[in-house]
């Protein structure tokens, strides 16, 4: 592949998983309120950023089951950022057949995201309040989107193209 063929890939993977977003929230009203809308923008960055490098790291550097998974490498990378507490962002299974157990849906809102990843959302987002603060769920679709993907992940190769196999899952701070 070459590197223009590779970055038409990249983009279009990105589009295709997350930029035509989908808004389905408990709050009053989330689309007209400014911090909730700036989460919104801060989450779709995230998002970009985290499957185009995920795309580009499997491209470039997975070559065999041996080598370092973008999912394991972006696993620490999710941990760096929560711990730094900038954001929650984790990796959600929606087959039913999670690679870690730890992967699973939590109860609630990640649980009720993958049923509407599943049926075609790409992009499903909720507003909760706990302790006087409000934060932004979002859960956003991670489809097979190359065939590297089937080496670790066997389970994978019979999935429809375009269907959720899993979800990035993001909890921020709507910072006032």
Avoid at 80 to 98: F, I, N, S, Y
Avoid at 151 to 164: L, R
Wanted: glycine share 6%; aromatic share 10%; net charge negative.
């Amino acid at each position: 592949m070459t590197r223009f063929q590779t970055l038409a890939f990249v983009s279009c993977a990105a589009a295709f998983v997350g930029l035509n977003a989908y808004h389905a929230s408990n709050a009053d009203d989330p689309a007209e309120d400014a911090a909730v809308a700036r989460a919104r923008r801060e989450v779709q960055m995230l998002d970009d950023l985290y499957k185009t490098a995920v795309v580009l790291v499997t491209e470039h550097y997975v070559d065999d089951e041996t080598d370092l998974g973008a999912g394991s490498a972006f696993r620490a990378l999710f941990d760096a950022m929560r711990e730094k507490e900038w954001h929650d962002a984790r990796l959600v299974d929606a087959t039913g057949q999670p690679y870690e157990q730890g992967n699973a849906p939590h109860e609630g809102f990640e649980a009720d995201a993958i049923e509407q990843l599943l049926a075609g959302e790409t992009f499903v987002e909720q507003v909760v309040e706990e302790d006087g603060q409000r934060y932004f769920l979002a859960a956003t679709a991670v489809p097979v989107v190359m065939e590297k993907c089937i080496m670790c992940h066997s389970h994978y190769a019979d999935v429809p193209e375009g269907q959720a196999i899993g979800a990035i899952s993001y909890r921020l701070l709507i910072e006032e």
